[in-house]
């Protein structure tokens, strides 16, 4: 069973700051990719940034230059910093990786639960 556990969300002021965190548990070989992705009310979840197991990063291009993935590949865990927020990145931020449980088994997508950001202007 693996389980992926978001926190770090909350409530923050125009030009602020927040880190998200993304701990992955269970029974895993391998994490893939880890990505973060978002929820505003009323529209289609969207990807914010993605990082290889590598360290290469992709970004939206409405969060590039303000927001940094990382990775800590020994905890198992994804982080989002987010800075120069802006109320239109309110939303419920989820994170997601592609995980390998076992050595001959292939890897699954797993989500998150999502922790819920929101930027008051």
């Known amino acids: 069973q693996v389980q992926l556990v978001e926190s770090g969300g909350g409530l923050v002021q125009a030009g602020g700051s927040l880190r998200l965190s993304c701990a992955a548990s269970g029974s895993i070989f391998r994490i893939n990719a880890m990505g973060w992705y978002r929820q505003a009310p009323g529209k289609q979840r969207e990807l914010v940034a993605v990082?290889?197991?590598?360290?290469?990063?992709n970004y939206a291009d409405s969060v590039k230059g303000r927001f940094t993935i990382s990775r800590d590949n020994a905890r198992n865990t994804a982080y989002l910093r987010m800075n120069s927020l802006k109320p239109e990145d309110t939303a419920v931020y989820y994170c997601?990786?592609?995980?390998?449980?076992?050595?001959?088994?292939?890897?699954?997508?797993?989500w998150g639960q999502g922790t819920q950001v929101t930027v008051s202007s």
């Open positions: 990082i290889t197991s590598g360290g290469t990063t």
């Open positions: 997601n990786a592609d995980i390998r449980v076992g050595v001959l088994v292939a890897s699954s997508n797993y």
